[in-house]
T-cell receptor, first 112, second 117 residues
Framework: GNSVTQMEGPVTLSEEAFLTINCTYT??????LFWYVQYPGEGLQLLLK?????DKGSNKGFEATYRKETTSFHLEKGSVQVSDSAVYFC???????????FGGGTRLMVKP | GAGVSQSPSNKVTEKGKDVELRCDPI?????LYWYRQRLGQGLEFLIY????????KSGLPSDRFSAERTGESVSTLTIQRTQQEDSAVYLC???????????????FGEGSRLTVL
């Protein structure tokens, strides 16, 4: 079955540092890939997505590139802010697109 | 409503009791999902509704778990004879019927935190 593996957190960075959160996946066919974010006290919300190989999803300064050869979708941001402190979840759809499979989540803490 | 609403936000119960968790999806969203998030773990898929039907019940952990949806709206997740390992945050999400494959956008509620003593 499908699965998603993320780097364990927490990841603690200083403001303006470079961020990478690793995500790799196992899936049959050609899944779509997503990053969701959960800010403190809020529900999960979609951050960015990529639907085919070599696509780059981007939003709010975050980027992730769909790498089929390495089955990866690593999340990056060049300069993090305190407001980026949250839990980040990597996810993929099944072939039918009926449900999302999530990774374990990675907590990011950004210190001023 | 404006977003997905879940109730109760917190529930503490004794082992062996039954609990009901409620989800009100976004109006017009025909797909509804339940996930479970145990402490320090990822989201575990439980069940998915398309309209009032549940095409995929594969994620329900045991026969103590059941869910229903009526009027293509409110859904209830019921856990009978609760056990301590049922302690988790139960998340509900909704999406447009054909939206997920294209956009991947599920709209999540804030969850119901269940603690079984």
């Amino acid at each position: 079955g499908n699965s998603v593996t993320q780097m364990e957190g927490p990841v603690t960075l200083s403001e303006e540092a470079f961020l990478t959160i690793n995500c790799t996946y196992t899936a049959t066919g050609y899944p779509s890939l997503f990053w969701y974010v959960q800010y403190p006290g809020e529900g999960l919300q979609l951050l960015l997505k990529a639907t085919k190989a070599d696509d780059k999803g981007s939003n709010k300064g975050f980027e992730a590139t769909y790498r089929k050869e390495t089955t990866s979708f690593h999340l990056e941001k060049g300069s993090v802010q305190v407001s980026d402190s949250a839990v980040y979840f990597c996810a993929l759809t099944d072939n039918a697109g009926n449900m999302l499979t999530f990774g374990g989540g990675t907590r990011l803490m950004v210190k001023p | 409503g404006a977003g997905v609403s879940q109730s109760p936000s917190n529930k503490v119960t004794e082992k062996g009791k039954d609990v009901e968790l409620r989800c009100d999806p976004i109006s017009g969203h025909t797909a509804l999902y339940w996930y479970r998030q145990r402490l320090g773990q990822g989201l575990e898929f439980l069940i998915y509704f398309q309209g009032n039907s549940a095409p995929d019940k594969s994620g329900l952990p045991s026969d103590r778990f059941s869910a229903e949806r009526t009027g293509e709206s409110v859904s209830t997740l019921t856990i009978q004879r609760t056990q301590q390992e049922d302690s988790a945050v139960y998340l509900c999400a909704s999406s447009l019927a054909t939206g997920l494959a294209r956009t991947g956008e599920l709209f999540f509620g804030e969850g119901s935190r269940l603690t079984v003593l």
